[in-house]
C-alpha cells in the first residue's frame, strides 16, 4: 500500500531524503493535509474520461489525488530541483506527465493540444504559488482555452475580491475580470496549519467555473476592461470623475453625462454600485461615441 504524500511525516522524509529546501520566491507551501486535498479534488468534479492541468505539483502531494480521479494529469513545475522527486513519487501512475517550465511562459493551447485531445473535458486544480496567483488566472481566463472548473487554492483575501458583489469593498476591476469568464464560487478557507512552511496569508479554496459564452455583449473587450479600469482608477471618486479624468480630460462635463446618461447610470455612481450588465452597457455606449 502506497502511503499518501500529503502528510508531515513522509513529506519531511521526501525532502530530507532527497535535500530539498523550501523557495520562498518560488511560492513553495506544500500541502500536508489529507482533508484538504478532498475537498480541493471534490470541487473539480473530476471522472475517468476528464483530464486535470496542475499548475505547481510541488512534491506530487495533489498530483497522486488527481491521478486516482482523472484520466490524465499534466502537471507544469518550474522548479527543477523537483523533477527528480516527482519522477520518483509518481511512477505508479503512467498517466501523468510532468512538464518543466514555467506556467506563464507556455504556451498552453498547443499544451492543451498535446496533453488533452482524448479527454472529455479538463479542468485546472491547483496550490498556486501566491506571488503569482493572479497573472496565472488571468491567463488561463483570457486565453479562452476549453476548461470546465479552475479550483485553486489562492490567498483568502484575492479570492474574496474575485467572488465579489457589486456594492462593498472588495468589489472591483478583479470581480469583474474573473466574472466576465467564469462562476466564482468560494470552496473553503484553509488553515495556516495544513502546510509546511506555513504562509504568512490566509488562504481559501476558490472555484471557477468556466462560462461558454460572456454573460453580457460587448462592443470591444479590451475596451471594456479599459473602462472598468479607468472607473475603479480612484475609488472614492465618482464614475463621472474617473472616466472625465481618463477619457474627457480637456472636455466639459455635459458631453460624458450625456453618454452616462444614455448607458442608464447616474454620474453621481461610485463604480463599485456598477454590475456587469451596467459596465458592458456603458462601454458599449462610450464605444460608439469613438473612443
Ligand atoms: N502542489 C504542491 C502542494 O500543494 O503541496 C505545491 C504547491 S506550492 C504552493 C506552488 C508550486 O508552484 C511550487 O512547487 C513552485 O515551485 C511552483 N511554481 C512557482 N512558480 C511557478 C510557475 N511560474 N510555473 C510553474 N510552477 C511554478
Request: charged content about 25%; some cysteine; glycine content about 6%.
Amino acid at each position: 500500500i502506497r502511503e499518501d504524500i500529503a502528510t508531515p511525516r513522509r513529506t519531511k522524509e521526501i525532502i530530507q531524503r532527497h535535500g530539498f529546501s523550501f523557495k520562498k520566491s518560488l511560492g513553495q507551501n506544500f500541502l500536508i493535509d489529507q482533508n484538504i486535498l478532498s475537498k480541493i479534488v471534490a470541487a473539480a468534479g473530476l471522472d475517468k474520461t476528464k483530464g486535470a492541468l496542475e499548475i505547481g505539483p510541488g512534491i506530487g502531494a495533489l498530483t497522486e489525488k488527481l491521478a486516482e480521479e482523472a484520466c490524465k494529469v499534466t502537471a507544469v513545475e518550474i522548479d527543477q530541483r523537483l523533477l527528480p522527486i516527482l519522477g520518483e513519487v509518481l511512477e505508479p501512475f503512467p498517466h501523468v506527465q510532468v512538464v518543466h517550465g514555467d506556467v506563464l511562459k507556455l504556451d498552453l493551447k498547443e499544451l492543451f493540444a498535446q496533453q488533452f485531445s482524448d479527454v472529455s473535458g479538463v479542468s485546472v486544480v491547483a496550490n498556486l504559488p501566491y506571488y503569482v496567483t493572479t497573472p496565472i488566472l488571468m491567463k488561463l481566463l483570457e486565453e479562452k482555452l476549453p476548461l470546465e472548473n479552475i479550483v485553486v487554492m489562492i490567498q483568502k483575501e484575492v479570492a474574496e475580491r474575485m467572488a465579489a458583489s457589486p456594492g462593498g469593498k472588495e468589489y472591483g476591476s478583479l470581480s469583474i475580470a474573473v466574472q466576465y469568464y467564469s462562476e466564482p464560487e468560494l470552496v473553503c478557507t484553509v488553515p495556516h496549519s495544513v502546510f509546511i512552511p506555513q504562509p504568512n496569508v490566509e488562504s481559501a479554496v476558490i472555484r471557477l467555473k468556466v462560462r461558454k459564452q460572456p454573460p453580457v455583449q460587448v462592443e470591444d473587450e479590451s475596451f471594456f476592461f479599459e473602462v472598468v479600469q479607468a472607473s475603479f482608477a480612484q475609488r472614492r471618486k465618482t464614475i463621472s470623475n474617473n472616466l472625465k479624468s481618463r477619457f474627457f480630460p480637456k472636455e466639459g462635463r455635459e458631453r460624458l453625462e450625456a453618454l452616462l446618461e444614455e448607458a442608464g447610470i447616474a454620474p453621481s455612481r461610485r463604480a463599485e454600485t456598477l454590475d456587469l450588465h451596467e459596465f458592458a452597457k456603458l462601454s458599449n455606449v462610450l464605444a460608439q461615441f469613438g473612443l
